[in-house]
């Protein structure tokens, strides 16, 4: 698809500015770097690794898929963490994150949870008004357990349930954490309709 990255920015229902906000920062004055996601024919801009890493988080799609004009390969892989991921040693370091979280505006981050084990996790905070989305890619039984027990010590409600990615036959753990019942369903209505089993922390 020659527009992908253009479909990416619809499919969040982004403007000019929060699409800055959440790439660039609050207090980013490159609109003409946003301009040139939006317009991908017009302008032929080369953007930085650590830009469409970014970008490719915010929207859980390979990295891959938003570098390459060209084809894709319908594959799931990590480069996004490790061009925009915040590199963690222990499960627990996400647990201040996630407090730090509750009542932000709208904030995407990327966290590659680098244990003693062999096999790193890799965590999707996302933040808005009234809710926390957490997502969890490759996780071992032992990470699950860990972020589980993370999520229940805040103050929030959570529900999780598992995803089905862009990428045909990967899937991940989805957490959704909110004061009030009523955003969770929210959320659960307008985003996720398509689950139709998930569970309560």
Not at 91 to 107: F, V
Not at 109 to 119: E, F, L, V, W
Not at 143 to 163: A, N, R
Not at 175 to 190: C, P, Y
Request: net charge positive; proline share 2%.
């Amino acid at each position: 698809m020659p527009n992908r990255r253009r479909a990416l920015i619809q499919a969040f229902a982004l403007r000019t500015v929060e699409l800055r906000t959440l790439l660039l920062g609050d207090f980013s004055d490159s609109s003409s770097t946003i301009s040139d996601l939006y317009h991908p024919v017009k302008y032929r801009r080369r953007f930085t690794n650590e830009l469409l890493a970014q970008f490719g988080i915010i929207h859980r799609v390979p990295f891959d898929w938003v570098y390459k004009d060209g084809s894709v390969v319908e594959r799931w892989n990590f480069k996004n963490y490790d061009f925009s991921g915040i590199a963690l040693t222990h499960m627990k370091d996400i647990i201040p994150l996630l407090r730090m979280a509750e009542g932000r505006n709208r904030n995407v981050n990327g966290y590659a949870i680098q244990a003693s084990t062999d096999q790193e996790c890799y965590i999707r905070l996302e933040s808005r008004a009234d809710v926390i989305v957490v997502d969890l890619y490759q996780a071992n039984l032992l990470c699950l357990d860990q972020l589980m027990s993370g999520l229940k010590s805040t103050s929030f409600k959570w529900s999780g349930f598992i995803t089905q990615s862009v990428v045909p036959g990967y899937r991940y753990w989805t957490f959704i954490g909110a004061d009030h019942e009523s955003a969770i369903v929210r959320i659960m209505e307008s985003e996720f309709k398509y689950i139709q089993n998930d569970m309560r922390l």
